[in-house]
């Protein structure tokens, strides 16, 4: 289970970030940033590929009420342009952007950093050892996968 052995290391407000979408053929790269509060953090928080849809639905709906969360999406015409790399640098650069609020420090999953200029960390495996990345990861899921659902109904031969 993720904790947040790695939140306390940092100067507060700390902002977790994953994505969804990186590996499919279709649909945006979605990124997500989570600030948890200090208090009442929703039990249950895991890396969202662990998670059912039914229970991604929950926590992503009690995060959104307690936690400050920004959304970066980036659309398939743009990953084109970019290439998948550059487009989830983009996405997560626009989710801490969306947060609102600059974040002391970002945790980000994965072995490397958007270029930008936030006190930041990479974590290999985030999500399954970071509290708020593994929040960002359920943000980003669900989102993309609502994304992803309203694109089958308007196109429902794919």
């Known amino acids: ?16 970030v994953d994505e969804a979408g ?8 979605v990124a997500a940033a989570v600030i948890l509060p200090p208090k009442g953090i929703p039990r249950g928080i895991n890396d969202s590929k662990k998670l059912s849809a039914a229970e991604r639905l929950r926590l992503h709906d009690r995060l959104q009420d307690c936690a400050t969360v920004g959304i970066g999406i980036v659309e398939a015409d743009e990953i084109d342009v970019l290439n998948i790399y ?62 992803m659902l309203a694109h089958a109904e308007s196109h429902p031969q794919y």
Do not use: F, Q
């Open 86 to 147: 550059w487009a989830t640098m983009k996405a997560m650069t626009l989710a801490v952007e969306a947060l609102g609020v600059a974040p002391g420090h970002v945790l980000v999953d994965g072995n490397r950093l958007p270029r930008w200029t936030h006190a930041a960390t990479p974590l290999v495996s985030g999500d399954a050892i970071s509290t708020s990345i593994a929040a960002a990861s359920i943000i980003a899921k669900h989102t993309r996968d609502t994304i």
């Open 22 to 29: 990186r590996g499919p053929l279709a649909g945006p790269v």
């Open 1 to 16: 289970m993720p904790s947040l052995k790695h939140e306390k290391l940092c100067l507060a407000p700390v902002a977790g």
